[in-house]
């Protein structure tokens, strides 16, 4: 579970850009593949240099990594701070000359600079740039998830049909928003959130107020810019944005006072959820189209083991066990190494491997499980949530 989300910037860019969406910006799709937490990575061009980017419609002001601009030995200016899930973030400033994404091309105009570490897209290869509203909400935003490409249109297109809910930018976070209805209970505003790879998350004081009582929930982690947060995990049987209606939609829910009502906000919906349709944000037409994509008539995934863990070279680490699961029947702890899987030692491309739905395996299978001390541990799956 990993969340680049609502990062919120205290401040404003210096030098006012000027945006360029070229005549054939329709057919200028931008190729992406998707970290091992759900965000959208591609590549754009920052003065004429490829840069690997999320695309985060739930960051206010894009972002360059520290480590990028440290490397290209840019000058960078204080610039305050800003929050971020996980905490606050402390940030800079610099000044560019061009931003090319897709068919839009911006001149001029500063952005700001943050560390960007890779734990937030559960991939050993960090990104240097966040991608955020600044750069996208003047247009419409056509993300098609089963082709991996999205692109820039002018406000106003309609290229496909589908549900539509409303979408605007908030006037005090500067980010995208919309709404959900859980159990009959409107909850709102929700950031729009490409860039947390989760999929609904809701405040706690927003769940309280929906009165749904589930049948079950455990906890899960997430990784933003300012940190790690446990949050609890429920699964809904249906929730409703605009006209759509989705079924069985894992929810996350923070702790009382957490980053979303802190920020005034009910919660996000994430790329978690978004990966299922074709989606169309355009927050100056007023509204989100999403047309069901080849995702959505799949089950929710659901763990079966109870442990969360990230790759790390040839070994697994656990970042977190599950409330309530087997892993925690068994006396898994945070920071349990793994090295080999029913007999196969972890691969360097685990994320994308097969062998990585054995934690969300069949219940009943016993997996055993060889940690990098020596010792074996055999794992019965079963579901818990």
């Known amino acids: 579970m990993r969340s680049l989300a609502a990062l919120f910037l205290l401040l404003t860019a210096a030098t006012p850009p000027a945006d360029l969406l070229a005549h054939d910006a329709e057919v200028r799709w931008v190729p992406f593949d998707l970290t091992p937490g759900n965000q959208i990575r591609f590549t754009l061009m920052v003065d004429g240099k490829p840069v690997s980017a999320i695309l985060d419609t739930g960051v206010s002001f894009s972002v360059l990594s520290r480590a990028y601009v440290d490397a290209a030995k840019l000058k960078v200016r204080s610039g305050g701070s800003a929050n971020a899930i996980g905490g606050v973030v402390p940030l800079g400033w610099i000044d560019t000359q061009s931003i090319t994404l897709g068919g839009l091309t911006r001149t001029g105009g500063s952005i700001s600079v943050a560390a960007l570490p890779a734990t937030a897209t559960g991939s050993t290869r960090p990104i240097e740039m ?20 999205f692109r820039l249109l002018p406000s106003g297109r309609m290229p ?13 976070r500067l980010v995208y928003v919309s709404e959900t209805t859980v159990n009959g209970r409107r909850l709102r505003p929700m950031i729009v959130d490409t860039g947390d790879g989760n999929s609904v998350t809701l405040s706690s004081e927003a769940w309280t107020t929906t009165a749904m009582v589930p049948t079950a929930r455990t906890s899960t982690i997430s990784f933003g810019l300012g940190g790690p947060i446990v949050t609890d995990l429920i699964i809904v049987p249906e929730l409703r944005t605009g006209t759509l209606v989705a079924p069985y939609v894992d ?22 959820f978004l990966q299922k349709y074709r989606v169309l944000l355009d927050p100056k037409a007023g509204h989100m189209v999403l047309a ?66 054995w934690s969300i395996g069949t219940p009943g299978r016993v997996v055993a499980l060889d940690l990098c001390d020596g010792t074996r541990r055999n794992l019965t799956l079963r579901h818990f949530y």
């Open 292 to 357: 069901p994509g080849a995702q959505s008539r799949e089950p929710t995934v659901r763990s079966t083991s109870g442990l969360l863990v990230t790759a790390e070279s040839d070994r697994l680490k656990v970042l977190h066990v599950m409330r309530g699961g087997p892993a925690e029947r068994d006396g898994w702890r945070v920071g349990d190494t793994i090295c080999v899987i029913d007999g196969t030692p972890v691969p360097d491309n685990y994320p994308s491997n097969p062998i990585a739905s």
């Open 130 to 149: 966040l991608v955020g509203r600044d750069l996208t909400a003047e247009y419409a935003l056509d993300i098609d998830y089963d082709t991996r490409r």
């Open 251 to 272: 929810v996350q829910i923070e702790q009382k006072g957490g980053f979303s009502h802190a920020m005034g906000m009910a919660g996000r919906i994430g790329s978690g």
């Open 160 to 172: 496909f049909k589908g549900a539509s809910a409303p979408l605007a930018v908030s006037r005090d």
